[in-house]
């Protein structure tokens, strides 16, 4: 069954550094698609960046990047300069193959950043 | 932002009772879902639909049923509610015209408490 693990429960980074949020994630289909989203703590859910297993290329989305190393089945996701505005939840999820299941999303369970000023 | 939108926000209820909550999408999307929200556990897929009247079983579906009688509305509801059920539910839309077009928009969830 595919899987997605994010490690790291809650981390802390200064204000205006770099810093790199973990996923890993199990699956033995050669297509499927990668994620990130952001929860606020107003709860609602922030889609940021998307990879899918066949882009040569490491997606970004202005301060964000998605680092995806296909061999590893990792798809860390790099925030630049963080802002303070940063500190949230951050969940990882990985789309299904097409099929039965309709490209369905499984979540990770989530890692806290918090940006210290 | 997608034009996604869920009520009620908060409800409080009593365990047996029955509840429906609603999701509203203004963008003519395909597909919707439903997911629960509980500490420690992410977001679990409970219930989606792939087009009007066509609905089909998430990961946690047992105790709920969906219905979807127009491209802009997916119900979900608690027959009976139970204690366990007490979560933030969130809804989300995707177009899914293909890979680089499903990526699923959430609306502001629903807080539900059971007594």
């Known amino acids: 069954a595919q899987k997605i693990t994010q490690t790291q429960p809650g981390m802390f980074v200064q204000e205006k550094e770099a810093v790199t949020l973990d996923c890993t994630y199990d699956?033995?289909?050669?297509?499927?698609?990668l994620f990130w989203y952001k929860q606020p703590s107003s709860g609602e859910m922030i889609f940021l960046i998307y990879q899918g297993s066949y882009d040569e290329q490491n997606a970004t989305e202005g301060r964000y990047s998605l680092n995806f190393q296909k061999a590893r089945k990792s798809a860390n996701l790099v925030i630049s300069a963080s802002q303070l505005g940063d500190s949230a939840m951050y969940f990882c999820?990985?789309?299904?193959?097409?099929?039965?299941?309709?490209?369905?999303?499984?979540f990770g369970k989530g890692t806290k950043l918090s940006v210290k000023p | 932002d997608a034009g996604i939108t869920q009520s009620p926000r908060h409800k409080v209820t009593e365990t047996g009772t029955p509840v429906t909550l609603r999701c509203h999408q203004t963008?003519?999307?395909?597909?919707m879902y439903w997911y629960r929200q509980d500490p420690g556990h992410g977001l679990r897929l409970i219930h989606y639909?792939?087009?009007?009247?066509?609905?089909d079983k998430g990961e946690v579906s047992d105790g709920y049923s969906v219905s979807r009688s127009k491209t802009e509305d997916f119900l979900l509801t608690l027959e009976s509610a139970t204690s366990s059920q007490t979560s933030v539910y969130f809804c989300?839309?995707?177009?899914?015209?293909?890979?680089?077009?499903?990526?699923?928009?959430f609306g502001p969830g629903t807080r539900l408490t059971v007594l």
């Open positions: 699956t033995s289909d050669q297509s499927y698609g």
């Open positions: 963008e003519n999307h395909r597909y």
């Open positions: 639909s792939y087009g009007v009247k066509d609905t």
């Open positions: 999820a990985m789309r299904e193959p097409y099929g039965g299941s309709q490209g369905n999303l499984i």
């Open positions: 989300a839309i995707s177009e899914k015209q293909g890979p680089s077009t499903d990526t699923q928009y």
